[in-house]
């Protein structure tokens, strides 16, 4: 579904990404974790080119991501995308975040947009603040529009850039619930986080990222109790 | 101080800050397109156009108004070869001279928008174009209004130097009236008075503006 092959990341002299590769199957949830500067962010914000990467190559979905000739819109229609600080646009009601791609990206109907929707809007548990602007609401109800606003596009791959970070404790786990539903349903997800919890429950696969490269990959189990390099030792003995 | 005779020259006067204000409407609306047109050129990272409007914002700020009329009126009819109308080309220079201000303003309104709206909208795969039109432009303009009121007011008295062309504004009938009699402080209060009625006018309706478009998002 997503191949990644030797990529390269540069910002000035700054070597973020160096030579990064996998492979990531569909219906599959891939955890990226690592400390904070790693490049895991930076990883994630190549696959849909919001950063527009040095060198290698990215497919997704058979579609090539990376390349002068790809119109990266329609990649990106392909791919949702659910951001730290959620994204929302204040100017504009919860439902009309979430019906504005439909409508001027795919140029849905807008009763069909507005359905798809509102199906979306209850998915999330959000159905009482369709019309609330995103200042009325608090951060893990944004988070949720947020993921709901992502879905309305039907992605066929969801990036997480640490979608609970920037979240009040007790409201994490709504989030992390929507998330765990949408696992469940068989999308297939890259999740960049801190939830080590989320990470052993709902990952398939974890990738432990350090200094740039992934240093580390396996099944939950495999990392979290029995993780192999001393690095991967050294960042999970300082979290969990 | 005469009031029989300042009441005599009111109407006048009042007819003529009519036309003070078209030519500041009219200069203020070319403005805005102008401005939003130079302001897009400067931040779409094409670097051609970006010192286009560069050259055109430097050097519209960078000359004095009053030059600049004299620049429309006289110098560019003697190199194009045309006949200068006084109006057209009043209403043209304060509609280039307030484009390259504008062009500031929404530049500024459009950075202090989050870079992370654009990410979203881009990542939701809509162009650059479909981004600014429906995400950034929306919050811009709203962020925009307070220093727009104060171009509007601020082009409002400069829109005074277009009477070197004897457009017959405000100040310009000023000075006829002024020709015709000895009264000159009668003249000079009254035309100062109307000049102030104008401009907290438009300080009353940009403030009407900016509170309307408060409600619904508090931001």
Redesign the interface.
């Given at each position: 579904m997503i191949i990644v092959k030797d990529l390269h990341k540069k910002f000035g002299n700054l070597e973020v990404l160096r030579g990064v590769s996998c492979h990531i199957k569909e219906q599959e949830v891939v955890c990226v974790i690592g400390p904070s500067g790693s490049g895991k962010s930076t990883f994630l914000r190549c696959l849909?080119r919001?950063e527009e990467p040095t060198s290698g190559e990215i497919i997704i979905d058979n579609i090539q991501v990376t390349g002068e000739k790809t119109d990266i819109?329609?990649v990106?229609?392909e791919?949702?995308?659910v951001?730290q600080?959620f994204?929302?646009?204040?100017?504009l009601s919860a439902v009309q975040n979430i019906m504005?791609?439909p409508l001027?990206?795919r140029k849905t109907p807008k009763k069909e947009a507005l359905e798809i929707s509102e199906e979306l809007l209850d998915k999330v548990g959000l159905s009482d603040k369709r019309d609330a602007?995103p200042?009325q609401l608090s951060g893990g109800q944004q988070q949720r529009v947020?993921i709901a606003?992502?879905l309305a596009?039907k992605p066929r791959v969801m990036l997480f850039d640490e979608p609970t970070s920037a979240l009040d404790p007790e409201v994490v786990g709504e989030v992390l619930g929507v998330m765990k539903t949408l696992a469940k349903e068989g999308m297939t997800m890259t999740v960049v986080t801190h939830e080590m919890g989320f990470a052993r429950e709902v990952g398939d696969r974890v990738l432990f990222m350090d200094e740039g490269l992934f240093v580390e990959e396996g099944s939950p189990a495999e990392i979290f109790n029995n993780a192999q390099h001393e690095r991967t030792k050294a960042f999970l003995s300082k979290i969990l | 101080m005469r009031w029989d005779f300042v009441l005599e020259i009111l109407p006048k006067l009042g007819k003529a800050s009519i036309l003070t204000l078209e030519l500041t409407v009219v200069g203020i609306g070319i403005g805005i397109v102008l401005g939003l047109v130079s302001s897009l050129l400067r931040i779409s990272k094409i670097k051609p156009l970006d010192l286009i409007a560069k050259l055109y914002v430097d050097f519209f700020r960078g000359t004095p108004l009053l030059v600049q009329i004299a620049i429309i009126h006289y110098a560019l009819p003697v190199i194009f070869g045309y006949i200068p109308v006084a109006l057209v080309s009043g209403i043209a220079a304060l509609g280039v001279n307030s484009g390259a201000y504008v062009s500031e303003i929404f530049r500024a309104g459009i950075q202090s928008i989050?870079r992370?709206?654009m990410?979203?909208?881009?990542?939701?795969?809509?162009?650059w174009g479909?981004s600014m039109r429906?995400?950034i432009l929306?919050?811009a303009v709203?962020v925009s209004i307070p220093p727009l009121g104060n171009e509007f007011i601020a082009l409002l008295k400069d829109s005074s130097l277009v009477s070197i062309i004897a457009v017959e504004e405000l100040m310009t009938t000023g000075r006829l009236i002024m020709g015709k009699t000895p009264r000159v402080a009668e003249i000079w209060f009254s035309v100062a008075l109307l000049y102030l009625i104008l401009t907290s006018t438009i300080a009353l309706f940009v403030n009407y503006t900016e509170r309307r478009l408060q409600t619904?998002?508090?931001?």
């Open positions: 849909n919001l819109n329609q990106r229609r791919v949702g995308m951001f600080r994204n929302l646009f204040p100017h504005l791609a001027k990206v602007y200042d947020a606003r992502a596009m | 989050d992370g709206q990410e979203a909208a881009r990542s939701l795969g809509m162009t479909q429906h995400i929306p919050q709203k619904g998002d508090n931001r």
